[in-house]
Nanobody
């Protein structure tokens, strides 16, 4: 069974940057679309970004467009979420998840494997 592990979270000041990583051992992530999601206290989990199986298509939530990028490092079997110009409202637990669909789905239910999450706190 595919297992995902997130890393790279932490405490950062507003305007700062973090790079999250999503890795797997034993399974090649190039065969999956990978999505990043986040859940803030008291809020529902929301989609942040997704990269398709081929890597040719990416999408972003409106709230992070222009600040976040998503990319694959196939050599390291990792997907990164680069987060720049972080805001306090970006504070949340961030999760990565995998889908076998060719294109990134709009519904979270099509993501069948989830990591345990990494905490991102943006605060001065």
């Amino acid at each position: 069974q595919l297992q995902l592990v997130e890393s790279g979270g932490g405490l950062v000041q507003p305007g700062g940057s973090l790079r999250l990583s999503c890795a797997s051992s034993g399974f090649t992530l190039d065969y999956y679309g990978i999505g990043w999601f986040r859940q803030a206290p008291g809020k529902e989990r929301e989609g942040v970004s997704c990269i398709s199986m081929s890597g040719g298509s990416t999408n972003f939530a409106d709230s992070v467009k222009g600040r976040f990028t998503i990319s694959r490092d196939s050599a390291k079997n990792t997907v990164h979420l680069q987060m720049n110009n972080l805001k306090t409202e970006d504070t949340a637990i961030y999760y990565c998840a995998a889908t076998r669909l060719i294109n990134c789905p709009n519904n979270q239910r099509y993501f069948g494997s989830w990591g345990q999450g990494t905490q991102v706190t943006v605060s001065s």
